[in-house]
DNA sequence: TAGCGCATGTAACGCGTTACATGATTAC
DNA sequence: GTAATCATGTAACGCGTTACATGCGCTA
């Protein structure tokens, strides 16, 4: 299960309650993996049980008391295994594109639109990547070993939606005046 | 369910086994979106349930009868249903960046094997699709319509592959002798 | 004679989504 | 007074993976 270990990394900084969890995999490390809240309390529940985190409950008036989870050494052992480790590139699912193969059978002016749509999240999504790496990532090179990682992932996010906004043009291009 | 909708594009252009979409879901229409023989069996059987498609036995010899599925008009109209439909982007679920925001914590030389066994993959697949491209894509203003779906899909899978293989390069490079 | 291709399936389990549930505080 | 934020969970269901199971014909 590799929510567990997305946990783990996120938890590498700094202790965290479920909820801070859900929120983060909103943002920064939610960027590649995504995860409910749902999911995060029942995945909190079993690595408890395996010993990989310990929790720290702190009483609360007036609010549910917080639960805030930190990485036991069990847990750095591994997360450090997994990262060693191999794991296979994850499959593939997008719907748009086996919706394309149904162009010529079916009424494309939907896809189009959807087309459009995909682009303008995708734009949206890019200038967000891009405004984070100028805030914090101006010199790659000079970076400290524990932000460059970070700062490849974000450079990933960015390629892949510059490299999508091509190909969206590039195909309401081809599709134009076709339905 | 999506697989359901996978399942009647392939079948779009000719009637196939369950055996047949399986091989499909290995290569074209598996470039996109993956699917095990265990669940397409499943997946054809409610299928049936619901009318979307009709099979016809064959009876063999030798080998167990063969049931060859054919789209139904309910099929037909729940497929451009679903081509018509805004669906959401599927959800990031990629180990490897997760791994990235370990850089510095843990031991990175086994990622950056990982990142050039990823990109040795990238480059086979890379190859494959231009293989394709050549052989059946020459011109894509000049394909029929049905066909520059397709041909989009696949352009789609090429820039993916040819983006990946820029990022890998420059990952290593700022990866190079950190450990 | 061992393994691959054809052709179909069942069963158990785990992961992911959706819906439901509580309840105080703060900001508009 | 309405919605958002904080903070936690349960339950039902569906999708996906892995393992297991059968059995003939062909080829190396």
Redesign the interface.
Known sequence: M?LS??IM?AL?EEDLTGYDLAKKFDTS?G????ASHQQIYQDLKKMLEKGWLQANTVEQSAKPNKNIYALTDAGRIE??E??????K????????????????????S??I??IK??KA?AENQLALYRKIRHRHYGK??AL??????????L???I??Q??FL??CD??LA??DG?D
């Open positions: 590799a270990h997305a990394t590498l490390l960027f590649f993996w995504q997360l450090d997994w990262v060693a480790s191999a794991t590139p994850s499959k593939v699912k997008e719907d748009l594109y086996v919706k394309l193969y149904n162009v010529g059978h079916s009424d494309c939907p896809l639109d959807e749509q995909r999240s790659p090179s400290p070993a524990t932000r460059k990682g970070i700062y490849l992932a450079l990933a996010g390629r892949q510059e490299m091509g190909w590039e195909a081809l599709l076709l």
